[in-house]
């Protein structure tokens, strides 16, 4: 099994680079990881439906009828790291090809997104920028492995 992130950041920033680079090189120790970010056209702010509607169709365009799709939303479920590692685990255990995590867009994603997601979890009640959120969704995942293979990183 592959995992792939999708994220829809705009800005960059040294040390997110670094986190990512950081937690894929650790990921990959467990199963590929491919973090890519999506592109969608630019849009004035003022039209936050319009970039919702286009970023969530960019995300469709990106996913295969195969994928088992974890979306990020501040509307999912509010899991800890141990019952995150069990959904992980489940993944892990499913035919599916690819697993994918989605960071939306900075007005979140529509409702086709939401309906093709298996799986919705929140980071956190707290809104953060794209690059908090990628960063805390890798260290969970790696985490979740950790937890998995009961390899001393997460305290009980």
């Known amino acids: 099994m592959k995992f792939v992130l ?4 705009t800005a960059k920033e040294p040390w997110a680079d670094q986190v990512c680079e ?6 990959s120790f467990f199963v590929p990881l491919d973090i890519q970010t999506l592109k969608a056209k630019k849009s004035a702010r003022e039209d936050a439906d319009y970039k919702k509607n286009e970023e969530s169709e960019l995300i469709l ?5 195969d994928d088992y799709v974890v979306l990020f939303d501040e509307r999912g479920a509010v899991l800890d790291s141990l019952q995150f590692s069990k959904k992980i685990e489940g993944v892990l255990g499913s035919s599916k090809k690819r697993a994918v ?13 939401r ?3 298996d799986l919705k979890v929140s980071l956190s009640p707290m809104v953060m920028n794209h690059l908090m959120a990628q960063a805390m969704s890798l260290e969970q995942i790696y985490r979740a492995f950790t937890i998995i293979r009961k390899i001393p990183y997460h305290n009980i």
């Open 22 to 27: 950081l937690y894929k090189k650790k990921i």
């Open 101 to 113: 995590f989605v960071i939306g867009g900075a007005f979140g994603v529509n409702e086709s997104v």
């Open 61 to 65: 365009k990106n996913l295969s009828q």
């Open 6 to 9: 999708y994220n829809l950041a």
């Open 115 to 117: 309906s093709r997601a």
